[in-house]
């Protein structure tokens, strides 16, 4: 698909929390990673795409330690903000677009990312970064809306895909020789529609683990 323009969340970060729909999606999501993934004392985590944190911060308390990484400086200030306001240690930031030529310095035993692969177009390429800087056995768990006929997004600045297919997110996991995988439902988003009725949007969780 082609992309149209570069989404601003730069501009959005501040106000980005104040969206009940988007606080209970991330709440939804944290709860079927937490079900899905083995957490273990001490856990290395990388959350992608992390926003303002709601799924970082979610994370938090279950991990050793934790990355927040995004490409918007806005939002890793938002999440910086609660981090000293809440005084929590473990937690840190990392601004980095891996669709450029950042590379993704680390060894994580999980890496997390929630409602941003459709903001990247090349999704097998991102992946393969990602289980690059996985541990041996380490874990993937990926949040994204199921297929949909783009109506989700009113601006389709800097959209890359309308969702993804459950057979198609298995597909990438089994390419990049992952283990363990399913892809399981995580929530269901429910939109106002201008007619006064509400649209649904059911978002998947496709898990897998990288070899021994
Ligand atoms: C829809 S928001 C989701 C935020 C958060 N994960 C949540 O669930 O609340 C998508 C996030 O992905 C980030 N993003 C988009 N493209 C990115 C890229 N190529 N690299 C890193 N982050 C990216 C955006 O800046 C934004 O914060």
């Known amino acids: 698909?082609?992309?149209?323009?570069?989404?601003?969340?730069?501009?959005?970060a501040a106000t980005w929390d104040e969206e009940p729909r988007r606080v209970a999606l991330a709440r939804?999501?944290?709860?079927?990673?937490i079900r899905e993934i083995p957490f273990v004392n001490g856990m290395d985590v990388l959350d992608y795409g992390c926003g303002s944190g709601l799924v970082t911060l979610g994370l938090q308390a279950h991990v050793g330690r934790i990355i927040g990484a995004?490409?918007?400086?806005?939002?890793l200030d938002v999440l910086t903000g609660k981090v000293r306001e809440q005084g929590l240690v473990n937690v840190s930031t990392r601004l980095i677009d891996l669709t450029?030529?950042?590379s993704l310095d680390g060894d994580f035993d999980v890496i997390v990312s929630s409602m941003t692969l459709h903001h990247v177009c090349?999704?097998?390429?991102?992946?393969s970064r990602f289980v690059r800087s996985l541990k041996p056995g380490g874990w993937l768990a990926l949040a994204d809306l199921e297929a949909e006929d783009g109506?989700?997004?009113?601006?389709?600045?800097?959209v890359c895909h309308h969702g993804f297919e459950r057979s198609y997110l298995h597909?990438?996991?089994?390419?990049?020789?992952?283990s363990d995988?399913?892809?399981?439902?995580?929530?269901i988003v429910h939109k106002p529609r201008p007619d006064g009725g509400e649209r649904l949007y059911p978002v998947l969780l496709a898990v897998g683990r990288k070899g021994l």
């Open 28 to 33: 939804e999501v944290t709860a079927a990673i």
């Open 151 to 158: 109506s989700f997004h009113d601006d389709p600045a800097g």
């Open 70 to 75: 995004d490409s918007s400086q806005g939002m």
């Open 1 to 12: 698909m082609q992309i149209h323009g570069k989404r601003d969340f730069d501009s959005k």
């Open 122 to 127: 090349d999704v097998p390429a991102l992946i």
């Open 171 to 178: 597909g990438v996991l089994t390419d990049h020789g992952c």
């Open 181 to 187: 995988i399913r892809v399981v439902q995580a929530a």
């Open 100 to 102: 450029s030529q950042d």
